[in-house]
Structures are given as C-alpha cells and as structure tokens.
C-alpha cells in the first residue's frame, strides 16, 4: 500500500467523537450571544439610533454620520465585551465565498497610551485590497476602486475574536462587485411590487418581504483520509474511484441514526450557529453514506443568505476540531448521490401573512392563487434565466445525474392545485355572471383547503416544487451562494407582479371591469400560457425528457451554454426596468462566471492528469512486472506447458497494458485540448472548448483507472478507496 494511503488510515482509526459541552438547555439562552441584535442595540445604544436603525431596515432610510458615530460606539462596547479584539467588513466577493480583512480597534495615542478606535466612519465604509477580487473587467474600464459599505439590514456579529461588519462591495462608479449588492435590489423590487398586488386585497399591506428557508446538504469526510487525494485537497470531489461493493442501494444511512462522530460535530456546529443567530433547527442523515443535511428556521431572504454563507465558513472551521473535511461540492464521488441546497421562498407581508399558503376565506384565497399563479407564469417566461442562476462546474454534475432535479426547469404544484388551477382556466372570458361567481367562490377557490401540506402528495424530483406553503427550489447547488438564485427568483416574480397588475387595472379602467372580475380575467389566462411548464410527473425519467422536448422546453446541459441566458436581450432589459444590475454588471459577472468554470475543469484535468500518470500507470506497471516474473518462474518451472499454469495471468497482463496505454493516449489527447482552449482569447470560446472538448476526456480516463483499481493488488493501489473514504465512521 502506498505509504499515504496506509498512513491516512491508521491515522483516521485513531479518530475518536470530539467531546463537546452539550447545554442542550442552554441553546435558547445562548441563541444570537454573539449578535449585535436588537436586544444588544437597545442595551448599547441610544433611543434615537436605534429607532434610526429600525428605519433603514424597514424603509431603507440614510443613516447619518451622527447616527453612525452612537451606532458604532454602542457596537465597539458590545462588541468588547463579547471579546473581540478586532472588526471586519464581511462582504461576499464574487467568488462565491465570503471575504474579510481584519483591523484591529487597537490604536496607540502618544507615547505609552493606546486606545479601542472605532467610528461612525470605520462602520460605515471601507476599501478593501480588492485588486484580487474577480470584477469581470469592471474596475479595469472604470479605473475605479471598490469599497464596502455598511448594510444595516443584516446584524454584525462576532466571530473568533473579530466584529464581522456585513457590507456591500462596489465600485466607486456604483457598479456592484458582489453577490449581496443585486440581491439587496431584487429584494427592494418585488418588496414595491408584491405590495402593490397585495393591496388589492389588504390596503394595510405596507410591506412585503421575500423569505427564504434553505437546506444545506454535505458530506463529512475524516480529515486525514480526504487529505491523501490530491482530487480532494485541489478540485473538492474525486475524479478517480471504484464504487465500492456497498454504496447506498440499501438506503440505510437516510435518517438512520447519525454515526457518533459525526453527531459530535454536528451538535458543535450547532452550538456555534446558534450564538451567531443562525436559527438552526433540522439536521440529519441524507441518502449517500457520510452525506448529512442541516437546515434552519426561514428569515428574510438578505438575513437567509448571509447565515448560509456564514454557515458554509463556520462548518469549515468546526470541522478541522473534529477531523473532518466537510465537502460542500454537488458530487464529490460518482455513482452516489450528489448535494444539492433547496431554496424554500417564500412572500410574507408586514400584516404577518404568507402570500403563498391558502387562506381561510375565499377573498384570501384568491390573493394566495394571485401570487402562486404569477409565481408559475414567472418560472414559464424566464425558465432559462432560472436555470442560468445555478449553472456551475459542480452542479452540472448533479443536475440530471443520480436522485438530483434534471436540468429541465419545471414546476410542480399537486393532484389538488392542478384541479383548481383547471376549474379556474373554465371561467368565461370577460365579466363573469352571479352563477359563474357562486360556483367560484364555493367550489373551486373556497374548496382549496387551508391546510395543503400533505406530505404524501410530494414530489422529490421536480426541481420547483410548491410544497403547501412556499416554492422549493431543488435545483440549487450545495455550494452555491443563495444570493445568485434568489436575485433572479425575486427579480422575475417582481416583474410578473408588476405585469399582472398592469393589465388588471387596465381592465378596470379600460372595460370597466369589477376588481375580481379583473383578477380572474387575467389568471385565467396566465394558466392557460404557462402550462407548458407544469410536470407532475416523475423528473428523473427518461420519459420526461422527450416530453419536455414536445412542449418546447429546454434542456441545457451545459454550464457556458447555460450561463448565455444571463446577458440575453430580455435579460439586459428584466433587470435594467427593476434596477437590479445594469448591462455592464451583467456582462462582469458573465465573464467571471465562465472564467471560473474554465478553471474548475482546467484544475481538474490537471489534477487527473498527474494522478493517473505519476500514481496509476507506476502502480499498474510495478504490478504488471510481479505478474511477469511470476509467468517467467512458471515457464522455468513448467516448460512448455507454463500456459495452462499462466493462462490468468497472461490475460491480466495483457489487459493491464491496454488501460496503460488507454489512460496514456486519452491523457496525451486532453492536454491537446487544454493547449488549444488555452489559446483562445474569447472567455466564452474557452469556457465552451473546456466544457465539449477537454471534459469529456474525465470519464474516459476515469474508465480506464477504475478497471486498473479492480485488477491490481489492493495492497499496492495509491488511492485512498472508495469504501475507506465513504464508510469510515
Ligand atoms: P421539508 O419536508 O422540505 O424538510 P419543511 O417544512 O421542514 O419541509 O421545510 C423545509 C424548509 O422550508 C425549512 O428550512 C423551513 O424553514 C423552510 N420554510 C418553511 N416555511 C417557509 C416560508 N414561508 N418561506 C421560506 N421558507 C420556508
Ligand atoms: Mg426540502
């Protein structure tokens, strides 16, 4: 065995559950210790900061520079005394992770003295070194700097020893340079356009608010058995591997009882998420060995994102104490299945309703089919949009593979909404009669139970699922940063929204229709235009595949083909009519976007490469000359009729030569491939070259060592396998 391979296993034997403090009745004592919320901000600072605080928050009011100065002074005090020593703007690059650059409230005055320094004007803005962050050419053609301002929406918190400031990343010319920047936009949008369709229903409705709910699904894997794959360390997945003679065909692994280590660490994550006030509460096995889920309780959409990038940094860091590598890659290992992060959304007004969860009258009843309809019409209109928002090297692996949504997008609604949505589609066009309106309001939108979350009538397998009360977006990526799909989410129902209410006012006026009249005039014909993209059936099957193609409905594989959506025409001018990004922000992030795709596929060839050259063929080799000796020593020992004693040998020997040489020439070819697409200058030629003519080459080498990993002695093979990685407790 390979000295590493044999080390990463003795070491991970020795492994044992982390001991952690369980003051399982403390978690509601310690829930938000370490945020500067609003229990904090009443202790810390002034009546009238506070109240300017609320304002910003509520209604997007300027804070001033007097209010900064008590906001930040109250938020130093508190933040000393919970122990930090340090303050950062934390802000989310569009790298996808989040980003942040310690300064330390330390500062010395004068000989000897020192004071704790920090300002109204170090908490409201700051420049970051951003040079290295990706821009997609924004600051080079703008020759602008970027710098981070304070975002009062979201708490700062202490993390370590340091105040996290949660900010927004921009250009001095105002272009954002982030992922919260847009989202803040999207947020502000759909906020005036579901208010204004729901004042249809409620004149007290003020405000609406996108929440979001969203479940992270991982894999743990024992740190010293991970770190002996360099496909692991570098790219965050295998690209080698036998699947192991046990995989999860037995599902006994979902919802089993979590293994001890594991257990360990997850109630350590939990400790830690809730004094940063992430409001964990579900957590779990998942279908594939070693594969667990964790999920909280909604927030707003903003607050949502953040504690899920907050998340995916705390989870890396309690794992180092528990000797884990956490793996937040959609498919770290093949034949098993993939992670993925659904988006539960949902719209809640500030009168404490959820526009999408059936009433108890037939008036609400119709609000919640208003919002679920133009929902379903928003999801048919910009599906390719939709799908572009979760387009990344990783996820193309998941998407259409094992248990995972295809990459078709479609939406499920249920047996129950099916029927209603069908009996509403008979109204009559124009106004309706008094019959018509009684069969209404009793039969279809009165039968719609207030209740819906029948948990039988699921489906797993749609990639947009209404799930009773909220849409389930299955689709998304375990990586991913929710900001991106939710942008898009809430940039296309606000404008939907905006749309549906354009054209029912202009039946009231125009042809002096009555409001419901009006409303249901419209829904019926946004059932009839968007049924293409409701599918209740199975999404995993083939069947459904050559069904969608019949309806017109796209399926794109591929990531640079799917990114193409984001800079479309009707792109440009969706997100220009809702101030959400303009068209140079949209092709900056295109361009980042496929540039990092590239690199993803471009470090994973590399990597294959070396693996399966420097540590497969040697291994190969040395065990295709302990067969050779050993048909030599037959032949010396039985002459002529050594064939007979060597027959398995020989054919072992042969084959080995054939996927040598099979792994030598697909290498040899791929690194042709990378050398061309490397010429190219096109950021979306190369992202296409990698994606059709070096990735393909993954699964023919792959082919080849895997055959090698079942032919060679088990003893010698370099690779830390499958079952050792996987089933290691
Ligand atoms: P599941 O069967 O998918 O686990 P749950 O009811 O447990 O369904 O909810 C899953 C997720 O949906 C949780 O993260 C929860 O917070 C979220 N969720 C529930 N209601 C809403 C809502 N109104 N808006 C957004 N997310 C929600
Ligand atoms: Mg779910």
Not at 114 to 133: H, M, N, R, T, Y
Not at 281 to 298: D, G, S
Not at 406 to 420: D, K, Y
Not at 552 to 580: M, R, W, Y
Request: proline share 4%.
């Amino acid at each position: 065995m390979s000295t590493l391979r044999f080390h990463a296993i003795k070491e991970s034997l020795k492994h044992k559950p982390v001991e952690v403090d369980e003051i399982s009745d403390k978690r509601s004592k310690l829930y938000g210790a370490k945020v500067f919320n609003s229990n904090a901000l009443r202790n810390f600072i002034t009546d009238e900061a506070y109240k300017a605080i609320q304002a910003a928050v509520d209604h997007g009011t300027k804070i001033s520079h007097s209010i900064a100065d008590q906001v930040a002074s109250g938020m130093k005090a508190w933040a000393l005394e919970v122990g930090a020593t340090h303050y950062t703007h934390w802000f989310q690059p569009l790298t996808g992770i989040t980003a942040e650059k310690h300064d330390a409230f330390f500062e010395p005055v004068g000989p000897g003295n020192a004071i704790e320094k920090f300002g109204g004007a170090q908490l409201v803005q700051q420049e970051p070194d951003a040079s290295s962050f990706p821009n997609g050419g924004i600051r080079n053609t703008f020759e602008a700097r970027g710098y981070t301002a304070w975002d009062p929406t979201s708490p700062a918190f202490v993390m370590g020893t340091t105040l996290c400031i949660p900010t927004i990343f921009v250009a001095y010319t105002g272009e954002a340079l982030d992922n919260k920047t847009p989202l803040l936009r999207a947020l502000q949008s759909i906020d005036k356009s579901a208010s204004d369709v729901a004042q249809y229903f409620d004149k007290n409705v003020k405000k609406v608010i996108a929440t979001l709910g969203w479940e992270q699904e991982f894999f743990l894997i024992d740190s010293d058995l991970a770190n002996s794959r360099a496909d692991i360390t570098l790219a965050g997945r295998t690209l080698l591997g036998h699947s192991p003679a046990k995989g999860q065909q037995l599902d006994d692994h979902y919802f089993g009882s979590i293994p001890s280590r594991a257990m360990a660490y997850l109630r350590d994550l939990e400790m830690e998420c809730i004094q940063l006030g992430i409001p964990v509460k579900t957590r779990h096995n998942e279908v594939a060995p070693n594969q667990f889920e964790i999920a909280p309780l909604f927030e707003e959409a903003n607050l949502a994102v953040d504690h899920n990038s907050l998340l995916m940094d705390v989870m890396n860091k309690v794992a180092q104490k528990h000797n884990f590598n956490v793996l937040l890659h959609e498919k770290p290992f093949a034949g098993v299945n993939g992670s993925g992060k659904h988006n539960n959304w949902s719209l809640s007004t500030n009168t404490g309703v959820n526009l999408l969860a059936p009433g108890k009258t037939p008036m609400s009843n119709l609000q919640f089919l208003t919002f679920f309809i133009n929902t379903i019409m928003a999801v048919h209109k910009h599906a390719d949009l939709l799908r572009s928002s979760i387009a990344t090297a990783g996820n193309e692996h998941r998407l259409g593979a094992n248990e995972a949504p295809p990459a078709i997008i479609s939406v499920f609604i249920g047996e129950q909404l099916t029927r209603t949505l069908d009996n509403l589609e008979k109204v009559s066009k124009g106004e309706l009669t008094p019959e018509e309106k009684t069969d209404l309001k009793l039969n279809v939108v009165g039968k719609i139970p207030y209740v819906l979350l029948d948990n039988t009538d699921r489906n797993r397998t749609s990639p947009f699922a209404f799930t009773g009360n909220k849409f389930e977006f299955r689709a998304v990526g375990s990586s991913a940063n929710c900001a991106v799909p939710m942008t898009v989410l809430n940039t296309i129902v606000s404008d939907q929204l905006r749309s549906f209410k354009k054209e029912v006012d202009s039946l009231i006026s125009d042809k002096k229709m009555k409001k419901d009249d009006a409303i249901f005039n419209v829904l019926r014909d946004y059932i009839k235009k968007s049924k293409a993209i409701r599918f209740e059936g199975d999404g995993y099957g083939d069947e459904w595949v050559k069904e969608a193609a019949k309806r017109g409905l796209n399926n794109i594989k591929s990531t640079p083909e799917a990114l193409k959506a984001k800079v479309s025409k009707s792109t440009v001018k969706l997100f220009a009519d809702h101030q959400v990004m303009n068209e140079v922000e949209l092709e900056a992030r295109h361009e980042i976007e496929l540039e990092e795709y590239m690199m993803r596929i471009q470090i994973e060839g590399r990597v294959l490469g070396d693996l399966a050259r420097n540590h497969i063929i040697p291994v190969a080799i040395r065990y295709q000359n302990i067969l050779i000796k050993n048909v030599t020593g037959l032949k010396d020992i039985f002459g002529a009729e050594y064939k007979t004693h060597a027959k398995e040998q020989l054919d072992l020997i042969s084959e080995i030569s054939e996927h040598i040489s099979g792994i030598k020439v697909k290498v040899d070819e791929m690194i042709d491939e990378r050398k061309k697409a490397n010429n190219m200058s096109d950021a979306e030629e190369k992202a296409i070259a990698y994606a059709d003519k070096v990735k393909p080459y993954f699964e023919e080498i792959r082919y080849h060592s895997d055959k090698l990993e079942m032919m060679v002695d088990d003893e010698m093979w370099p690779l830390t396998k499958y079952r050792e990685l996987l089933f290691t407790k």
